[in-house]
């Protein structure tokens, strides 16, 4: 089983993400982000999920509470509240947590745990700044990073603005930091996200487990689903950051290619842009090629580009029913 540390502001698909992870890889901690909400509440949203799923001896460590250089293009009360509530996890009555956070820093538990481990896998699901924090107070943690398979970025599109996706915009400092900094990168964006939206069909599926875990996760679905249509006129609610998490479970789901991805720190239209070098491919109706050979200098970020929807939605329907 491969060790993780989940770093992430959950968050309904965080949330999601938490317990697909769980299920299945060696969680060594979470570690949390302010993104889709304040650090207070994600972090005391990453201890409730993980009080309903009697997974309390997973530590929480939290980080950051805001990006390396805060700009007025973040907006962070335009996505985050909008989607996912005032508490960042609206919808179902949650439990009080019953465990507390740990007493390190995200950024010092992450630089810890990586030293005393043989290889660990990062999957970051929101904004990078603990991750680049890390990997800057101690470059040598890199050697010990196995790979880091991020949501965040998109192909050809954002989704807070029409260049740059939320968990990038968030930090794009960060996220240069982090997808320069040697270790593999795989790149769960939106392009791909976006083929696994959620509807009332699946939100029922996950009620009719009949478990406390399956209810909870419908009830997560019932709101997200209505603010995706609300804010964006969606048919469904994309559940992002379980992507990130799939291929550590199975190689099969998620079909990847490598290509140089750069950060955009400077456009007045394109700030926090995940521009991937895809001349290699056609991008035709529902179709992706390979047409030449591949353009743009290393390092080379793994790009996700399908994704089994049907599979994917089996491999989360089975997971929730382990719980209880
Ligand atoms: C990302 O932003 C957040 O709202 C989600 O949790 C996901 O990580 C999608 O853009
Ligand atoms: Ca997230």
Known sequence: MRNVILDCDPGHDDALAILLAAGHLN???ITTVAGNQTIDNVTSNALKILTVAGLTHIPVARGMAGPLVPTSRQKPDVHGPDFHGETGLDGPDL???T???DRRHAV???IETIRSHDEVTLVPTGPLTNIALALRREPSIVGGIREISLMGGGLTHGNVSAAAEFNILMDPEAAHIVFTC?????MCGINLTRQVMATPVEADRMRAIGNRTGQVVAELLDFFLGTCEKLFGL???PLHDPCAVVPLIDTTLIEFEPMRVDIELYGEHTYGMTLCDHRHLLLGDGEIKRIGKRMG???YTEVGLRIDRERF????????AAYP
Do not use: M, Q, R, Y
């Not at 040697?182 to 795989?186: D, E, M, N």
């Not at 491999?315 to 929730?320: E, I, K, R």
């Open 27 to 29: 969680v060594l901690g």
């Open 95 to 97: 439990p009080e947590p």
């Open 235 to 237: 048919p469904g609610g």
């Open 297 to 299: 200098d290393p390092p």
């Open 313 to 320: 939605f089996d491999l989360l329907t089975n997971t929730l």
């Open 99 to 101: 465990i507390s956070p």
């Open 182 to 186: 040697g270790a593999p990168v795989k």
């Open 108 to 110: 010092d538990f992450i």
